[in-house]
């Protein structure tokens, strides 16, 4: 993974929101008060944000709006199609992993 540094999360969201929409994703919220917890599987994506203003950082999926306040790290995991998955971690120390895939695409339905 790698980390993008505050001041450019906005440009960084920006740039791959759009490389993102018609993904799915998953995200799950790890907390050492609440453990482990899955948020949402595989939904599709509309894209992730950053307003520096309100120091929010999000992720829109179909039905959800999971929202990150005051984020203090960002690191990405890229790979040769793109980005594979992020991690928020916020000022709890509460780590926000969101991960992405392609949708499964199924086979035409065999018409005779």
Request: charged residues 30%; contains cysteine; glycine residues 6%.
């Amino acid at each position: 993974m790698r980390t993008i540094p505050k001041d450019q999360w906005k440009a960084y969201c920006d740039s791959v929101t759009d490389a993102l929409t018609g993904l799915r994703a998953e995200i799950e919220v790890l907390s050492l008060d609440l453990g482990d917890q899955i948020e949402a599987e595989w939904l599709p994506v509309f894209g992730i944000t950053y307003d520096h203003k309100d120091d929010l950082f999000e992720v829109a999926l179909e039905g959800v709006d999971h929202l990150i306040r005051r984020p203090q790290e960002l690191h990405v995991e890229e790979g040769t199609k793109g980005l594979d998955a992020i991690l928020v971690i916020d000022q709890n120390s509460v780590r926000h992993v969101v991960r992405f895939k392609e949708p499964l695409m199924l086979p035409a339905p065999d018409r005779q």
